[in-house]
């Protein structure tokens, strides 16, 4: 009787067990099946390089090389398109929660774009040329709703050019779709392109893939944008459970040049009001979380400089702690911090954090409730403002999250989309 096969010399096909009925029948269907395993595997092989050479000949095949002093010797790259946010040729994510203002935002930045005014109030933009059109691939909402939230923007009719793909055949998901987004964006004179969002314009089946979605972005949106001559780009994604890091892949971190964040505290479906923050990072990019203003009237966000969560969180826990001590000091008006404590000690029936009633005093001066002044023993005494009345709503000290600077130059928080 023959020996099985143990490699590596070639396993016995049909003709070697028609020339040796010694075989085995198992050993014979053991064959059959590493022979068919084989041809698949050759054939998976031979696809995936054809696939890799077809994706590879969509991209530039001019080499890009030399000394560091011919590249420095080239000319100059232009101007940031947003100074401090993100470079010229560029590519950004923007990463919001649910109800966190994304569409919001994304018209903002369109606007600025076209116009040349500050993003968020506070980074310069270099609009583009007069020649020049955003374009948004948009996968998420309805023509209509876009089309009305674009206008209340104040956007430019003529210099927004949008395609509206929510259950329409997505684009980036063929060659042949590709080349046709490809001739649209041209055609359209799209010089910065919004793609909103990256979960429905993915063309993988695994959004957890790093290779897929890697190669989505890098032979998809990224080879899209090169052959329009699309300068810049904006991706949105929706952020995971925690609200913050974005959902999926790491490989959309990588991608970008930065990242942008919105975040927003609490229950989207319980406070639509709640104030919104925005922080970014990336390569020369590092801006701070700061919270947003929103003006209903021409739907302008603005940073208002009054600092992340935690300093809304500690505004929060002053204007609470100050409405208990306005009462104290309209019974019994010049009271300095040492006796406030011991009366709101008496009326808790339990201590107070040390340092906080100090702390709320000082928001209370700061919003225009309060005012003071000094005594014996370098002691300060507090006092009502004299349009103060115990009790009453304060609407500027309630728009907890602003200080009344950044009040007044901004206007009341509204729904944001």
């Known amino acids: 009787m023959s020996e099985a096969w143990h490699g590596p010399v070639d396993p016995p096909w049909d003709d070697d067990v028609a020339a040796d009925p010694g075989l085995h029948a198992a050993e014979a269907r053991q064959a059959n099946l590493m022979r068919e395993q084989l041809l698949l595997m050759r054939a998976r092989r031979d696809a995936q390089d054809q696939l890799r050479a077809e994706q590879e000949a969509l991209l530039p095949d001019d080499v890009d090389a030399g000394t560091l002093g011919e590249l420095l010797a080239r000319e100059p790259a232009p101007p940031a398109r947003i100074r401090g946010l993100l470079p010229a040729g560029g590519r950004a994510t923007l990463v919001a929660a649910r109800k966190a203002g994304k569409t919001t935002a994304t018209a903002n930045l369109a606007r600025c774009l076209l116009t040349g005014e500050p993003f968020l109030g506070r980074f310069p933009v270099r609009p583009l040329r007069a020649s020049q059109r955003v374009g948004i691939l948009n996968y998420e909402v309805s023509a209509h709703q876009m089309a009305v939230w674009l206008d209340e923007h104040g956007v430019d009719h003529d210099r927004i050019w949008v395609r509206n793909l929510r259950g329409r055949r997505n684009p980036l998901a063929s060659a042949h779709?590709?080349?046709?987004l490809v001739d649209q964006l041209r055609a359209a004179r799209v010089g910065f392109l919004i793609v909103d969002v990256f979960g429905r314009a993915f063309t993988g089946e695994d959004q957890d893939s790093n290779s897929q979605v890697g190669r989505f972005l890098a032979q998809g949106i990224d080879v899209v944008l090169q052959n329009a001559d699309v300068d810049?780009?904006?991706?949105?994604?929706h952020a995971g459970w925690n609200g913050e890091r974005t959902r999926g892949a790491s490989a959309l971190e990588d991608w970008p040049d930065a990242i942008w964040k919105l975040t927003r505290p609490g229950d989207p479906d319980r406070d639509e009001h709640a104030i919104r923050f925005f922080s970014a990072e990336g390569r020369d990019v590092d801006v701070a979380e700061d919270a947003l203003a929103f003006d209903v009237s021409t739907r302008t966000l603005t940073l208002t400089g009054a600092g992340g969560r935690h300093a809304a969180r500690a505004r929060s826990n002053d204007q609470d702690l100050l409405a208990?001590?306005?009462?104290?000091?309209?019974?019994?008006?010049?009271?300095?911090?040492?006796?406030?404590?011991?009366?709101?000690?008496?009326h808790r029936g339990?201590?107070?954090?040390?340092?906080?009633?100090r702390q709320a005093l000082e928001y209370g001066l700061q919003s225009g409730q309060l005012t003071s002044t000094p005594g014996h023993n370098?002691?300060?005494?507090?006092?009502?403002?004299?349009d103060q009345e115990p009790g009453a709503d304060q609407p500027e000290a309630r728009l907890l999250e602003l200080p009344q600077a950044a009040t007044e130059a901004a206007a009341q928080p509204g729904r944001v989309s």
């Open 378 to 386: 370098r002691r300060v005494h507090w006092h009502l403002a004299q």
């Open 232 to 237: 810049e780009a904006l991706l949105t994604v």
């Open 350 to 357: 339990h201590g107070v954090k040390n340092g906080s009633v």
């Open 177 to 180: 779709g590709r080349e046709k």
């Open 324 to 346: 208990e001590l306005l009462p104290l000091l309209a019974v019994q008006d010049g009271l300095w911090v040492g006796e406030l404590e011991r009366r709101l000690a008496a």
